[in-house]
């Protein structure tokens, strides 16, 4: 299976704002973050709580499991996906979510270029074009506190803000 690495800019622009701690869709050649998951060792099935969390998943049929994941998960979770805003993730997930955040792209002049499995960038021929479908950045901060007062549970929600 061929895997994508995040284009640079965007990453090296996300890098600036959020302080990862793991690289949730990764393999064993691509992955950005010493923590990572693989296919083998299926993010899906991992515990996210407390990380910050950097997801590119694969842009197949899959990406509403990922979404919903992060969805339920106890933290912040920054996603590279297609901004695909006629999809039931989109909709279940995402759009009136107040947790989310949506940061629509601006399309390169030669579209948006993937780096390949193994970290290198290969230069868009001349006359050719990248990737050219519109792509977001979504960001769901669900970082809860759970505490107890008098036998009842709350949820507070916090918002972690990250000085550089």
């Not at 950097?54 to 106890?74: C, Q, R, T, W």
């Not at 759009?95 to 970290?119: M, V």
């Not at 290198?120 to 021929?125: G, H, R, S």
Request: hydrophobic share 40%; net charge positive; with cysteine.
């Amino acid at each position: 299976m061929q895997f994508l690495r995040t284009p640079k800019d965007i990453w090296e622009s996300l890098c600036k704002e959020f302080n990862f701690t793991l690289d949730a869709c990764a393999s064993d050649k691509n992955h950005l973050l010493p923590k990572y998951y693989t296919e083998q060792t299926d993010c899906l099935k991992q515990d996210w709580a407390g990380e910050v969390v950097y997801l590119h998943p694969l842009f197949d049929m899959h990406i509403g499991k990922f979404v919903e994941k992060a969805f339920n998960s106890n933290c912040i979770t920054v996603m590279l996906l297609p901004a695909s805003t006629h999809t039931r993730y989109f909709h279940k997930f995402i759009y009136h979510n107040p947790n989310a955040e949506i940061r629509f792209l601006e399309k390169p002049k030669q579209g948006f270029n993937f780096g390949n499995d193994d970290g290198t960038i290969a230069e868009i021929p001349k006359g050719k074009v990248g990737y050219i479908k519109p792509l977001m950045i979504v960001i769901f901060r669900n970082n809860k506190l759970i505490f107890l007062f008098k036998g009842y549970e709350f949820e507070i929600y916090r918002i972690i803000r990250i000085f550089l």
